[in-house]
């Protein structure tokens, strides 16, 4: 089974704070994903990535960036977090194509990040 | 106008009951149809996805897809209380590497 793995389950920072968000994929997918989800406003998605050193903004990128460096990481910055930026946090991973029209995404448990 | 819509719900139906969660598209290209359920505090699982108009049955879950009207449905027989969750519908477009969400529609069944 393909497993996408979250740093933190929980995190607690304060306003103003540099936070780092990790997740990491062990089954060779080129794509990889960062969503938050709030209650009432669904899936939204920040950055994805085709492809190392590739990022590509989502609807939502404001106030966070992104980085590949390894095919099987990527890592979501939030630069000077803010309490708005109180959410769940979700990273998911595919593959291509014929693959993605069969299996879709594979998703991370989820970081609920609490900024105070 | 959002790609996906789905209703909010929430959708009550007593155990043993069928449920119908309903789900429709405005990408005329799409390809690609996923249901994921999603437990409260937890991220989505797939439940399944569906390519072809017809219905695709696994278990107690049948995905109907009808494109011509622009439609997705997830069908759940016999609901049991561990079925109560947020069910997502997903869309893949023909051009886009990435699948659409839409905002959910929240189950529960009644014991």
Request: aromatic share 12%; proline share 3%.
């Amino acid at each position: 089974d393909v497993k996408v793995t979250q740093s933190s389950r929980y995190l607690v920072k304060r306003t103003g704070e540099k936070v780092f968000l990790e997740c990491v994929q062990d089954m060779d997918h080129e794509n990889m994903f960062w969503y938050r989800q709030d209650p009432g406003l669904g899936l939204r998605l920040i950055y994805f990535s085709y492809d190392v050193k590739m990022k590509e903004k989502g609807d939502i990128p404001e106030g966070y960036s992104v980085s590949r460096e390894k095919k099987e990481r990527f890592s979501l910055i939030l630069e000077s977090a803010s309490t708005n930026q109180t959410s769940m946090y979700l990273c998911a991973s595919s593959l291509w194509a014929e693959k993605l029209t069969r299996y879709g995404y594979t998703f991370g448990s989820g970081t609920r990040l609490t900024v105070v | 106008q959002k790609e996906v819509e789905q209703n909010s719900g929430p959708l009550s139906v007593p155990e043993g009951a069928i449920a119908s969660l309903n789900c429709t598209y405005s990408d005329r290209g799409s390809q690609s149809f996923f249901w994921y359920r999603q437990y409260s505090g937890k991220s989505p699982e797939l439940i399944m996805s569906i390519y072809s108009n017809g219905d695709k049955e696994d278990g107690r879950f049948t995905a109907q897809l009808n494109k011509a009207s622009q439609y997705v449905s997830l069908l759940i027989r016999d609901s049991q209380p561990s079925d109560s969750a947020t069910y997502l519908c997903a869309v893949m477009s023909g051009s886009a590497r990435q699948l659409t969400f839409g905002s959910g529609t929240q189950l529960t069944v009644l014991p």
